[in-house]
């Protein structure tokens, strides 16, 4: 791409700070639910992600459970794929916090069970403020706002090796718990 | 559109009081707010695949159909589609860091990429159109 390239996508999408995290999103960014991996393949995704990105997109979001996994590995492809300079991009993933046994629940559980997934291999920025936990912790708030709140922000440098059980383990490691602050 | 409660004013105090921004999900509604359901749920939709029963039963209500038919002719004064319309509705919103939209084809990313040009148009005079059709403000005060 060339410099005025840049510019120019650049020109078109205006950038918001994500709250006190001050990390800059695109306005408009480009999600994976119920597509990637389910309604639509690798070849499609590849156009969806590239007209985004060349608008000036720079933020995607994906999420283990999404298809099973396999809407995180199709991403992940992607961006190999696309070769897009990593620090031009910002990409969040949400933990599945699913399962109905006792040992199926929570982070443990996913760390030690989760197969490899793609995606993490190239998030060296990962950031989750993940509704779907929230959605799953979250009671009506009440005098004392924050009590039972739980809020992740993952916001971290992944390694290489550092994912062999696949982004949750690596998740768990960055996670920054913000909640239960009262 | 649909959904505003927590957006609007459960996390209020969470905008406020520890900074956080909002990565919204879902801004069409599965599709609903592009009017493709208007005439009915046609096949290869979010709607019909195996597994989303639900959005048929709780999204793709008479009511919310309804809303998505009355927003039309604003969205066509506008010279825009009803998806852009909506998506630009959510960026109205300064606690809404980005809005993450979905597709199934490449065009409707196209598409959806000028929402963009759209929102500033929407000025006070056609938010209160919009909010009298939606009729789901929520009601701010004991948090």
């Known amino acids: 791409m060339?410099?005025?390239?840049?510019?120019?996508?650049?020109?078109?999408v205006n950038y918001r700070r994500l709250g006190a995290a001050g990390l800059k999103l695109s306005e408009l960014s480009l999600g994976s639910w119920v597509t990637f991996g389910g309604q639509v393949g690798e070849e499609v995704a590849v156009k969806c992600m590239s007209i985004a990105y060349d608008t000036g997109v720079n933020f995607f979001d994906s999420a283990e459970a999404y298809a099973d996994g396999k809407a995180e590995i199709i991403m992940g492809n992607i961006f190999k794929k696309l070769g897009w300079p990593r620090e031009n991009i910002v990409v969040s993933s949400k933990v599945f916090w699913g399962g109905d046994g006792?040992?199926?629940?929570?982070c443990?559980?996913?760390?030690?069970?989760?197969?490899?997934?793609?995606?993490s291999n190239d998030c060296s920025w990962s950031i989750s403020t993940s509704s779907s936990v929230i959605a799953q912790t979250r009671t009506p708030l009440s005098k004392k706002p924050f009590v039972r709140w739980t809020i992740w922000f993952i916001r971290g440098r992944y390694s290489t090796g550092a994912h062999q059980n696949g982004a949750l383990r690596t998740s768990c490691e960055r996670t920054l718990l913000l909640g239960n602050m009262i | 559109m649909l959904h505003r409660e927590r957006v609007e004013k459960e996390y209020?105090?969470?905008?406020?009081?520890?900074?956080?921004?909002t990565t919204i999900w879902s801004p069409l509604a599965s599709g609903l707010l592009s009017g493709?359901?208007?005439?009915?749920?046609?096949?290869?939709?979010?709607?019909?695949?195996p597994g989303y029963e639900w959005l048929r039963k709780n999204t793709i209500t008479s009511e919310n159909v309804e809303k998505a038919k009355q927003l039309e002719p604003i969205a066509r004064d506008m010279g825009c589609t009803l998806a852009q319309l909506a998506l630009a509705w959510c960026l109205k919103n300064p606690n809404v860091s980005t809005v993450i939209?979905?597709?199934?084809?490449?065009?409707?990313?196209?598409?959806?990429m000028k929402a963009l040009e759209v929102a500033p148009k929407l000025d006070s005079d056609l938010l209160e159109q919009v909010e009298v059709i939606l009729g789901n403000k929520p009601?701010?005060?004991?948090?």
């Open chain 1, 108 to 119: 443990l559980a996913n760390t030690s069970s989760r197969p490899a997934a793609s995606l």
């Open chain 1, 102 to 106: 006792p040992t199926t629940k929570g």
């Open chain 2, 36 to 49: 493709k359901y208007a005439k009915g749920i046609p096949p290869g939709s979010r709607a019909t695949l």
């Open chain 1, 2 to 12: 060339t410099f005025a390239v840049f510019v120019d996508r650049c020109r078109r």
């Open chain 2, 12 to 21: 209020l105090p969470l905008y406020r009081e520890i900074g956080l921004g």
């Open chain 2, 101 to 112: 939209t979905g597709a199934s084809r490449p065009e409707q990313v196209s598409e959806n």
């Open chain 2, 139 to 143: 009601q701010q005060g004991q948090e």
